[in-house]
């Protein structure tokens, strides 16, 4: 399974953006990029996911490096509402499963 | 909301017992996964459901873990004689189909397993 690294945690100010990175340099030509965040006590939740194109949804938008070795999960205001461990997550796409690391721990200072 | 709803939310249990959590998927998802979250860790995968079949059991990490699901609706996932090492958050996933890289995984808020 191709593997991700992220930074063990960040820190923002609120009403500020936010980038988050992720390094998946081992990436396929097949591995979508999907990103979760799980909240304090509660199970992860969906954010975004792409293949190659910068994307954009209600909560996030997602930055893809061109050779796709890299993205970077951008929000775009932070509120103290988003601090939670976010993960970066590769999916082949026959794979039913995700593998999850440790994520990065995003703290949104008031 | 309809979401995937696990019971109990927390369970203590003492050495040795068995203990049975609980999943109801969303309605109309075929796909069931089960996973289990250690204490400031990642998830690790259990088991995936297909219907009412298992093809992957491979994240199962021991024979006193086993898992049913009828039909397209709920799961259980059964732990007998538990350990100490067992204690952590189960965490119960459903998507509208196993396989496709754009399926989403909706999660359940987790079991919280004590053992003590």
């Known amino acids: 399974d191709a593997k991700t690294t992220q930074p063990n945690s960040m820190e923002s100010n609120e009403e500020e953006p936010v980038h988050l990175p992720c390094n998946h340099s081992t990436i396929s030509g097949t591995d979508y990029i999907h990103w979760y965040r799980q909240l304090p006590s509660q199970g992860p939740e969906y954010v975004i996911h792409g293949l190659t194109s910068n994307v954009n949804n209600r909560m996030a938008s997602l930055a893809i490096a061109e050779d796709r070795k890299s993205s970077t999960l951008i929000l775009h205001r932070a509120t103290l509402r988003d601090a939670a461990v976010y993960y970066c997550i590769l999916r082949d796409g026959g794979t039913y499963k995700y593998i999850f690391g440790t994520g990065t721990r995003l703290k949104v200072l008031a | 909301g309809a979401g995937v709803s696990q019971s109990p939310s927390n369970k203590v249990t003492e050495k040795g017992k068995d203990v049975e959590l609980r999943c109801d998927p969303i309605?109309?998802?075929?796909?069931l996964y089960w996973y289990r979250q250690r204490l400031g860790q990642g998830l690790e995968f259990l088991i995936y459901?297909?219907?009412?079949?298992?093809?992957?059991k491979s994240g199962l990490p021991s024979d006193r873990f086993s898992a049913e699901r009828t039909g397209e609706s709920v799961s259980t996932l059964t732990i007998q004689r538990t350990q100490q090492e067992d204690s952590a958050v189960y965490l119960c996933?459903?998507?509208?189909?196993?396989?496709?890289?754009?399926?989403?995984?909706?999660f359940g808020d987790g079991t919280r397993l004590s053992i003590l």
């Open positions: 996933a459903s998507s509208l189909a196993g396989t496709g890289p754009t399926q989403p995984q909706h």
């Open positions: 309605s109309g998802h075929t796909a």
């Open positions: 459901f297909q219907g009412n079949s298992a093809p992957d």
